[in-house]
């Protein structure tokens, strides 16, 4: 590991030189990579810790001007090296494991294989592996699988998110037993109307565990109405 920090810290001035530092919502140079400006930072709202009743619900931000562009890159254009900024947000509003019990597990929501196709990256999952390098649990992504294709939730209301997503979410066989009695996390970038969470959360309660929370970048609530896409 030393030697991969070693390697990194010398391509860093290249890096730079070629690809300036700049905040990743507004542009604006910075003096380092991977970061927001200080105006971009002042701007993200932070939602109260573990909030949602039965289920806790980890936030780094409400959705707002901000967050919105972060996800818009991150999703939409494809900047998949913010998942690190994104999930070390996240990352800050979890508790750390308990120590001596077996790690909690990370299941991101599931992409259908053809907006997988298209997009190349399934975004939860990758939130999911970054969580798991610090130290958050231990990243199932295959966890859940979206076996029927849905159109694109944005602009649908909660009761039309909900019929389009009934079934279509279902637990890998595979992976039940490993969540059985486990704390399990779902991981999602955005918490819009909970319709895609709850299709998750019932399919993971089929296999029995310990525990379910969530976890997401930014999540909308009734003073943070901007359009998800």
Same mark, same amino acid.
């Given at each position: ?80 090296? &913010?998942? !690190?900024? #994104?999930? $070390?947000?996240?990352?800050? *509003?979890?508790?750390?494991? @308990?120590?001596? %019990? ?24 990758? &939130?999911? !592996?970054? #969580?798991? $390098?610090?130290?958050?649990? *231990?990243?199932?992504?295959? @966890?859940?699988? %979206? ?30 037993? $490993? ?51």
């Amino acid at each position: 590991m030393a030697v991969v920090r070693d390697l990194v810290r010398s391509v860093q001035p290249l890096v730079d030189f070629v690809y300036p530092p700049r905040c990743a919502a507004c542009g604006v140079a910075l003096a380092a990579q991977d970061g927001l400006c200080s105006e971009c930072w002042a701007t993200l709202e932070v939602p109260p810790l573990a909030e949602g009743g039965v289920v806790a619900i980890y936030a780094a931000t409400y959705y707002n001007d901000t967050s919105r562009r972060l996800v818009l890159a991150y999703k939409h254009g494809g900047r998949i090296a &913010l998942s !690190r900024l #994104l999930a $070390r947000l996240i990352a800050a *509003r979890m508790p750390e494991p @308990a120590p001596g %019990r077996p790690p909690p597990l990370l299941v991101p929501v599931p992409l259908h294989r053809w907006r997988l196709w298209q997009r190349g990256f399934n975004q939860a999952a990758l &939130l999911a !592996r970054e #969580l798991e $390098r610090f130290g958050k649990g *231990r990243a199932e992504v295959a @966890a859940l699988v %979206r076996h029927r294709r849905t159109p694109n939730l944005g602009g649908l209301g909660r009761d039309d998110r909900e019929r389009v997503l009934r079934g279509a979410i279902r637990l890998d066989p595979a992976h039940a037993a $490993r969540l059985a009695g486990r704390n399990v996390v779902l991981v999602d970038d955005v918490l819009t109307s909970g319709a895609t969470s709850r299709a998750c959360i019932a399919a993971i309660a089929g296999a029995r565990p310990a525990s379910i929370a969530l976890a997401c970048f930014a999540r909308v609530d009734a003073e943070h109405r901007l359009e998800h896409v």
